[in-house]
């Protein structure tokens, strides 16, 4: 069985750029749900892709934006960087008929923004 | 809002001692998830919780859901080197699908 695998592990943009980040759902996970963890804190979460549609949305503004495909993989799209930006990103998964709260999380990318 | 407060923030043990940590809030929670996230990686489930008085275990690991819905334990026994990590509780949140709402976490070093 495959975990929840990202792409790319480190990314370095500049202020004002966008940015693209991808993930590969765990075998049989049909939802993913995406989280920014900052330095020293919790994940904080941004939204969640089921069936191909946005299942929920954090407090986060509509720059962050996200795509999931019929292979249950996702990007998070970021756009017009900010140096708040600057964080682990974290995809997770989670399967239908499993408890959805039972998330599994992939290795992150790390952002920085300069 | 929804929050999660850990306690303690860190803590600095001997290896083959027991560990103790918890987590509260003022909201109730239906669920409760256990992560150790180590540095560069991400949280890695541990324990899952879904009834009030529960207490599971997973090795070393056990951990309880609180009766009033509002905490959990997790203790670790006999501590060894590699439980070192940041262990964060979570909760789903009750308007959000999807949503986790993590705590800030409990930062547990081990000295052999």
């Known amino acids: 069985e495959t975990g929840v695998t990202q792409s790319p592990t480190h990314l370095i943009k500049t202020r004002g750029q966008q940015v693209t980040l991808r993930c590969s759902s765990q075998s049989g996970h049909n939802t993913v749900s995406w989280y920014q963890q900052a330095l020293g804190q919790g994940p904080q979460f941004i939204f969640q892709y089921y069936r191909e549609e946005e299942n929920g949305r954090g407090n986060f503004p509509p720059r962050f934006s996200g795509l999931q495909f019929p292979n249950y993989s996702s990007e998070l799209n970021v756009n017009a960087l900010e140096l708040d930006d600057s964080a682990l990103y974290l995809c997770a998964s989670s399967a239908l008929g499993t408890p959805l709260m039972e998330q599994y999380f992939g290795p992150g990318t790390r952002l920085t923004v300069t | 809002g929804q929050q999660l407060n850990q306690s303690p923030q860190s803590m600095f043990i001997q290896e083959g001692e027991d560990v103790s940590m918890n987590c509260t809030s003022s909201s109730i929670f239906n669920t409760w998830l256990w992560y150790k996230q180590d540095p560069g990686e991400g949280p890695v489930l541990l324990i899952a919780?879904?009834?009030?008085?529960e207490l599971t275990s997973n090795g070393r690991l056990t951990a309880q859901f609180g009766i009033t819905r509002k905490d959990s334990f997790l203790n670790i026994s006999a501590s060894i080197p590699s439980d070192v990590g940041i262990y964060f509780c979570a909760g789903p949140s009750y308007n959000q699908g999807g949503k986790l709402i993590f705590g800030q976490g409990t930062e547990l070093s081990v000295k052999p």
């Open positions: 919780l879904y009834k009030a008085g």
